[in-house]
C-alpha cells in the first residue's frame, strides 16, 4: 500500500544531526534528496523481499563452503532459481565473480531481515545480530523456502520508517567513505563496506511513486554511485 511519504527536508535535517551525533563529516548541501515533496512510498512485496533475502543467504553460504550441489538443489527445490540474477548465478554454480563481493551480502541479509521485522534493529555502529543466522533457512538441515516462510512470522516495516532510514544509509554511505578517505575514526564496528550493502538492500526494497521516480530497479540495477 502506497503511503505519502515524509516531507524529505525534515528527514533529512534529523539525518544530518544523527551524521553529528556520530562525529562523521557531513556531505555537501548540493547532497540530493531520497524523494521529493508530495512523493509517494511503499516497499516491495512481502514475499519478493523474502524471496531476495533467501537467495543472498545461499549466495553468502556459498562464499563459507556450502558445496555447488547443495546451493543449486536449494535454490531449485525452492523455486527460487528466477531470482536469482546472473552474476549470482555464475558465482553459485562456478564461483566466479568477486568472493569478497559476495561476502559483503551478509549485510544485505541484515537489512532485509530488518524490513522484515526479523531484526530488531539496523544500528550503522554495530555488526548484525548474532541471531540473524537463526532467522533465515536453515540450510545445513535441508529447510526449504516456503518451510522457512512457514515457521518465521515476519511482520514488515512500515514503508515511511523504512523511507527514513533509507535517507540516513543514503547520508551514511557518503560520509563512511569520506571518513576513510581521510582516515577519520569510524563510530563503530562496520565499514564503508556494510554500510553501501545496507543502503542496497534498502535502496532496492523501498518504492516511491511520484513524476521523477523510474520503475523500481532490479537488484543489479541499483545506483549506488550517487
Given at each position: 500500500?502506497?503511503?505519502?511519504?515524509?516531507?524529505?527536508?525534515?528527514?533529512?535535517?534529523?539525518?544530518l544531526?544523527e551524521?553529528?551525533r556520530?562525529?562523521?563529516?557531513?556531505?555537501?548541501?548540493?547532497?540530493?534528496l531520497v524523494?521529493?515533496?508530495?512523493?509517494?512510498v511503499?516497499?516491495?512485496?512481502t514475499?519478493?523481499?523474502?524471496?531476495r533475502?533467501a537467495v543472498?543467504?545461499?549466495?553468502?553460504a556459498?562464499?563459507?563452503g556450502?558445496?555447488?550441489?547443495?546451493?543449486?538443489?536449494?535454490?531449485?527445490?525452492?523455486?527460487?532459481?528466477?531470482?536469482?540474477?546472473?552474476p549470482?548465478?555464475?558465482?553459485?554454480?562456478?564461483?566466479?565473480?568477486?568472493?569478497?563481493?559476495?561476502v559483503?551480502h551478509h549485510?544485505?541479509?541484515?537489512?532485509?531481515?530488518?524490513?522484515?521485522?526479523?531484526?530488531?534493529?539496523?544500528?550503522?555502529t554495530?555488526?548484525?545480530?548474532?541471531?540473524?543466522?537463526?532467522?533465515?533457512?536453515?540450510?545445513p538441515?535441508g529447510e526449504?523456502?516456503?518451510?522457512?516462510r512457514?515457521?518465521?512470522l515476519v511482520?514488515?516495516?512500515?514503508?515511511?520508517?523504512?523511507?527514513?532510514?533509507l535517507?540516513?544509509?543514503y547520508?551514511?554511505?557518503w560520509?563512511?567513505?569520506?571518513?576513510?578517505?581521510?582516515?577519520?575514526?569510524?563510530?563503530?564496528?562496520?565499514?564503508?563496506?556494510?554500510?553501501?550493502?545496507?543502503?542496497w538492500?534498502?535502496?532496492?526494497?523501498?518504492?516511491?511513486?511520484?513524476?521523477y521516480?523510474d520503475?523500481?530497479?532490479?537488484?543489479?540495477?541499483?545506483d549506488?554511485?550517487?
Amino acid at each position: 500500500m502506497t503511503k505519502a511519504a515524509p516531507d524529505p527536508r525534515a528527514v533529512r535535517e534529523a539525518s544530518l544531526d544523527e551524521l553529528e551525533r556520530l562525529a562523521l563529516p557531513l556531505p555537501p548541501q548540493s547532497f540530493p534528496l531520497v524523494w521529493e515533496p508530495g512523493d509517494g512510498v511503499e516497499l516491495r512485496r512481502t514475499t519478493e523481499i523474502e524471496a531476495r533475502a533467501a537467495v543472498l543467504h545461499v549466495v553468502v553460504a556459498r562464499c563459507f563452503g556450502m558445496p555447488t550441489e547443495l546451493a543449486m538443489g536449494w535454490l531449485l527445490g525452492s523455486h527460487l532459481v528466477e531470482e536469482v540474477t546472473p552474476p549470482e548465478w555464475q558465482f553459485v554454480t562456478g564461483a566466479q565473480g568477486d568472493h569478497r563481493s559476495f561476502v559483503l551480502h551478509h549485510d544485505a541479509v541484515f537489512a532485509l531481515a530488518w524490513l522484515l521485522g526479523l531484526s530488531r534493529h539496523l544500528d550503522p555502529t554495530a555488526r548484525p545480530e548474532d541471531r540473524l543466522m537463526r532467522v533465515m533457512p536453515d540450510l545445513p538441515s535441508g529447510e526449504t523456502f516456503r518451510e522457512w516462510r512457514s515457521r518465521t512470522l515476519v511482520a514488515p516495516r512500515d514503508a515511511v520508517e523504512a523511507a527514513v532510514l533509507l535517507d540516513l544509509y543514503y547520508c551514511l554511505d557518503w560520509a563512511f567513505q569520506e571518513a576513510e578517505r581521510d582516515g577519520l575514526a569510524l563510530p563503530g564496528e562496520v565499514g564503508s563496506n556494510a554500510i553501501g550493502q545496507r543502503r542496497w538492500a534498502l535502496e532496492w526494497a523501498v518504492v516511491f511513486r511520484g513524476p521523477y521516480h523510474d520503475r523500481p530497479p532490479d537488484w543489479e540495477e541499483v545506483d549506488l554511485s550517487v
